[in-house]
């Protein structure tokens, strides 16, 4: 999220009733780093847990939603007031003052432990020493592009060309303006990168050459050369060219496109660090707009970006293994990032679906044997899930195994 709570309240607002509210009462109060929406709870639930969390008080009042800081408003008792109620007035003082407080919330990640084991070429289990910490989360995006256009309240698309179209439960770019960064679909919010990050953005269909970014991460505007980890697409003869865009730079081996193939393109980040932001925390000494803490965080991010081409016509490339195209750490990443799903300069394609979650995923490395003294470097292994050991598709060949998973204490 990142974003301030009058600008999270008046996007629930705007996703409930759109233009039902009037919102010119809505101060920003103070900055939430998260903030989870629970589709099963009321509106005036979330608005009231927004206000809680910001040291704020919420009211709506006849279409009118107001959001202010505690102690910002004061309201007078007139007992002659013909509409005064004695019998509906009730006021209560606990007693603040406390010797021992005890706070008890859910459980969270403690500590990152690394466990190394030595693969022997017939072992296929390796146990780790610790268990890692599992939390569900629902997904952040889980797109199939079913209705007949974008969701407005997933997606923000900036289209002047009227290039982006829903068809066929695909999502249909065809052209754009030529210019870097004027016609893109985004996410509605900003992405968190703490923790591990999986972003899948295929299947993609190329029907013509093609100049754009796809799954960017963006730490600023949306445009190529603020693009911290992306897709780059660019033209050449009547196909394209992938390849990894890095920090607004081209880095990694290039994909050629073929007609008729498929193309499965997969993210996964693993933040070096425990929180993006630190927690705000507010009383009488730290209210709205002073709170403690909040500090932003900037820490090391694992970058894996892979392409898997698909040949419909060959059914031995389903199991092939994917192209890797990027595997390395990017220094002073931020916490929050924009996501967009397409930054299209004139492209031609079809997308069928978009997935994006945080997930409870060890960070598998290994270093393959290349003499009796001598390692190859470390590349990353994406596992499918998170248990107390590691299964390996097949005997694992002499290598170094690196396996780092965040777990309770």
Not at 89 to 102: A, G, K
Not at 164 to 184: E, F, H, N, P
Not at 192 to 215: I, K, M, N, Y
Not at 234 to 259: D, E, R, Y
Request: proline fraction near 6%; aromatic fraction near 10%; hydrophobic fraction near 40%.
């Amino acid at each position: 999220m990142d974003r301030s709570a009058g600008d999270a309240l008046r996007q629930l607002a705007q996703d409930l009733l759109p233009g039902g509210f009037n919102t010119a009462g809505v101060q920003d109060v103070d900055t939430l780093a998260t903030y989870a929406v629970n589709p099963q709870k009321t509106f005036s639930f979330h608005a009231e847990e927004i206000a809680l969390a910001c040291r704020g008080s919420f009211r709506c009042m006849n279409g009118a939603l107001f959001l202010a800081p505690v102690g910002a408003a004061t309201y007078a008792l007139n007992e002659s007031d013909t509409n005064f109620s004695p019998a509906g007035l009730w006021l209560n003082s606990p007693n603040l003052l406390v010797n021992d407080v005890t706070i008890i919330g859910l459980e969270e990640p403690q500590a990152y432990v690394r466990d190394y084991f030595v693969g022997d070429g017939l072992s296929l289990t390796f146990y780790l020493s610790q268990k890692p910490f599992a939390q569900a989360k629902p997904a952040l995006i889980d797109e199939e592009f079913l209705g007949p256009g974008l969701d407005p309240t997933t997606w923000i698309v900036n289209d002047p060309s009227a290039a982006v179209s829903v068809a066929a439960q695909t999502l249909q770019i065809a052209g754009g303006t030529g210019v870097d960064g004027q016609t893109r679909v985004s996410f509605i919010e900003q992405i968190e990168l703490g923790g591990t990050l999986e972003l899948q953005h295929g299947d993609v269909s190329f029907t013509a050459a093609s100049q754009g970014v796809l799954g960017g991460l963006y730490a600023g505007s949306i445009s190529s050369a603020g693009c911290l980890a992306g897709f780059q697409i660019a033209p050449s003869g009547a196909g394209s060219t992938i390849q990894a865009l890095i920090s607004g730079s081209l880095t990694g081996p290039v994909i050629n496109s073929t007609p008729g193939h498929q193309y499965f393109f997969y993210d996964l980040s693993v933040f070096d660090g425990s929180l993006p932001r630190w927690g705000t925390y507010h009383s009488s000494v730290h209210p709205a707009g002073s709170g403690w803490g909040g500090a932003a965080v900037t820490a090391d991010v694992r970058f894996v970006l892979e392409v898997q081409d698909i040949d419909p016509s060959n059914p031995a490339t389903l199991v092939a293994p994917a192209t890797v195209l990027y595997d390395d750490v990017i220094t002073g990443a931020p916490g929050f990032c924009a996501y967009a799903l397409v930054n299209a300069a004139t492209m031609e394609c079809s997308i069928a679906y978009t997935y994006v979650a945080h997930i409870s995923l060890p960070e598998v490395r290994t270093a393959l044997q290349i003499s009796p003294t001598q390692y190859a470097p470390y590349v990353t292994q994406l596992v499918d899930r998170s248990r107390t050991e590691l299964h390996a598709r097949s005997p694992v060949r002499p290598r170094w195994i690196s396996i780092r998973n965040i777990c309770r204490r």
